[in-house]
C-alpha cells in the first residue's frame, strides 16, 4: 500500500474551495436581514413619531401646552425633548430612542365669532440636532374660543 503525505492538505484546501465558494451565497441573505432590521426600525419610529403626534394632540386639547406658549406666524419653537420610549424588532433586545419635538405655526386665522385658529407644523425627531434630519411632519389645527375679538 501506498502512503499519501498530502491527505491533510488536500482536505484543507478542498475546505478552503468550499468556504470560498459559500462566502458569496451567504453575502446576500445576510444583506438582506441588515437591510430588513433597518425597515423594521425606520417603521417604529415612525409608529413612535404617530404616537408622539398623539400625545402633542392630546396635551392642546387638555391645554396642558397654552395658547400662549404656541408660536406665531411664520415662527416656530425650539426642539424640546420628550421621554424616550421603546420599540421592539423583532429577533432583537428592545431600544430606547429619543424623542424631540419643534412646533411652527403655519398660517393664523380667526374665526367668524371671534375665534381664533393656528395651523400648526409638527415635527418630530430623534435626535437633537442632527444634519439633514427633517423629521416625521404632521399638521395640526387648534383653536382658542376663549380669545377676544380684534374688531
Known amino acids: 500500500m501506498k502512503k499519501r503525505p498530502f491527505v491533510l492538505l488536500e482536505v484543507l484546501i478542498a475546505l478552503l474551495l468550499v468556504m470560498v465558494c459559500i462566502v458569496p451565497l451567504l453575502r446576500a441573505?445576510?444583506?438582506?436581514y441588515r437591510t430588513e432590521i433597518g425597515l423594521i426600525e425606520r417603521l417604529e419610529k415612525e409608529r413612535v413619531a404617530d404616537w408622539t403626534f398623539t400625545e402633542i394632540q392630546e396635551q392642546l386639547l387638555k391645554n396642558e401646552i397654552a395658547w400662549k406658549?404656541?408660536?406665531?406666524?411664520?415662527?416656530?419653537?425650539?426642539?424640546?425633548?420628550?421621554?424616550?420610549?421603546?420599540?421592539q424588532i423583532p429577533g432583537c433586545s428592545p431600544q430606547w430612542v429619543s424623542r424631540f419635538v419643534s412646533l411652527k405655526c403655519e398660517l393664523e386665522?380667526?374665526?367668524?365669532?371671534?375665534?381664533?385658529?393656528?395651523?400648526?407644523?409638527?415635527?418630530?425627531?430623534?435626535?437633537?440636532?442632527?444634519?439633514?434630519?427633517?423629521?416625521?411632519?404632521?399638521?395640526?389645527?387648534?383653536q382658542n374660543k376663549g380669545a377676544p375679538s380684534a374688531a
Request: no cysteine; glycine share 8%; charged share 35%.
Open 69 to 87: 406658549d404656541l408660536p406665531e406666524k411664520k415662527k416656530a419653537t425650539r426642539r424640546w425633548e420628550l421621554p424616550p420610549a421603546e420599540i
Open 29 to 32: 441573505p445576510i444583506l438582506q
Open 109 to 142: 386665522k380667526e374665526g367668524l365669532h371671534g375665534e381664533q385658529y393656528k395651523r400648526l407644523l409638527l415635527r418630530v425627531y430623534f435626535s437633537p440636532k442632527g444634519k439633514g434630519d427633517k423629521g416625521i411632519p404632521f399638521h395640526i389645527v387648534v
